[in-house]
T-cell receptor, first 118, second 115 residues
Framework: AQKITQTQPGMFVQEKEAVTLDCTYDTSDPSYGLFWYKQPSSGEMIFLIYQGSYDQQNATEGRYSLNFQKARKSANLVISASQLGDSAMYFCAMREGTIYNQGGKLIFGQGTELSVKP | ETGVTQTPRHLVMGMTNKKSLKCEQHLGHNAMYWYKQSAKKPLELMFVYSLEERVENNSVPSRFSPECPNSSHLFLHLHTLQPEDSALYLC??????????????FGPGTRLTVT
């Protein structure tokens, strides 16, 4: 079973509008972390935002916010006021365990390709 | 300056060649990672080093051999690769404290083509 599911292979959004990218996860570990990364066509993975499983408030970083619904096991990324430069692949990832028992590894979803239209 | 650098950015090699990928992080982190990203697949973790010791090896074929001489440098030595090894290889680093790890910062990747 997939641990990270991104159900939207591709999304379109009009410039200056907000967009939500979906992510659901599956874990039995009470302590975990959720991450969103952006990968432009150049290939580099750019860290956007992090949410810890014990964090009470949703994480925000500039135009990025994470809609964390723990009971539903969802961690959707909201991008407000989309810009042309936001066009890229977006990956949701989860960290389970510590660096000593699972290497602190990130488990990635399959990604959502976002295209921002002018 | 970019926090994590990788060289070369592109590499084409034959199946009998031996080459190495290099990664360097300038963030003062103590953990480094190698990931493989094949087309249409999620990123796959290959190796993890914490404080220069390997802590995770995700059943990677022996034709891939990592080396971590210090906390800032990570290498991936390649030999007798197969065409299916063609992929984007990404290096990442993170800070680990008392076993917990934080966000990983990635380099730009090496796009490898095996002919």
């Amino acid at each position: 079973a997939q641990k990270i599911t991104q159900t939207q292979p591709g999304m379109f959004v009009q410039e200056k509008e907000a967009v939500t990218l979906d992510c659901t996860y599956d874990t039995s570990d009470p302590s975990y972390g959720l991450f969103w990364y952006k990968q432009p066509s150049s290939g580099e993975m750019i860290f956007l935002i992090y949410q810890g499983s014990y964090d009470q408030q949703n994480a925000t970083e500039g135009r990025y916010s994470l809609n964390f619904q723990k009971a539903r096991k969802s961690a959707n990324l909201v991008i407000s006021a989309s810009q042309l430069g936001d066009s890229a692949m977006y990956f949701c990832a989860m960290r389970e365990g510590t660096i000593y028992n699972q290497g602190g590894k990130l488990i990635f979803g399959q990604g959502t390709e976002l295209s921002v239209k002018p | 300056e970019t926090g994590v650098t990788q060289t070369p950015r592109h590499l084409v090699m034959g199946m009998t060649n031996k080459k190495s990928l290099k990664c360097e992080q300038h963030l003062g982190h103590n953990a480094m990672y190698w990931y493989k990203q094949s087309a249409k697949k999620p990123l796959e973790l290959m190796f993890v080093y914490s404080l220069e010791e390997r802590v995770e090896n995700n059943s990677v074929p022996s034709r891939f051999s990592p080396e971590c001489p210090n906390s800032s440098h990570l290498f991936l030595h390649l030999h007798t690769l197969q065409p299916e090894d063609s992929a984007l290889y990404l290096c990442a680093s993170s800070q680990s404290q008392t076993g917990e790890t934080y966000e990983q910062y990635f380099g730009p990747g090496t796009r490898l083509t095996v002919t």
